[in-house]
């Protein structure tokens, strides 16, 4: 079993900075993909950004290209999402999944299906 930890949610205004961490237990985290999506009141959850295993591949929403970025440290196994120019839009619960299917075959990151290990979720909430 792999156990998903979010770190670093918080309260932000508009064009300002947060940075969200992930991290896991139970397993060799560094090995698994991992994905950040949100999900906001009322809305379906949705994909934010994704990044493979090795860290050589990524994936993002349309809606945070050029303002978030996904990275990991394999050494401590954490992954972050650096979210910059952070905007009222952005408010929501943000979730941390990981997937060892992905690690294989890195196709269609952005479902969440491909993700059986999700953590609980750390709010982010940006002011106008």
């Known amino acids: 079993q792999v156990q998903v930890v979010e770190f670093g949610g918080g309260l932000a205004q508009a064009g300002g900075s947060l940075r969200l961490s992930c991290t896991a237990s139970g397993r060799t985290f560094s090995d698994y993909a991992v994905g950040w999506f949100r999900q906001a009141p009322g809305n379906e959850r949705e994909f934010v950004a994704a990044?493979?295993?090795?860290?050589?591949?990524?994936q993002y929403a349309d809606s945070v290209k050029g303002r978030f970025t996904i990275s990991k440290i394999s050494a401590n196994s954490t992954v972050y999402l650096q979210m910059n120019n952070l905007k009222p839009g952005d408010t929501a619960v943000y979730y941390c999944a990981a997937s060892w299917t992905l690690s294989f075959s890195w196709n269609a990151p952005n479902l969440p299906n491909k993700y059986p290990y999700w953590g609980q979720g750390t709010q982010v909430t940006v002011s106008a």
């Open positions: 990044i493979s295993w090795s860290g050589g591949n990524t």
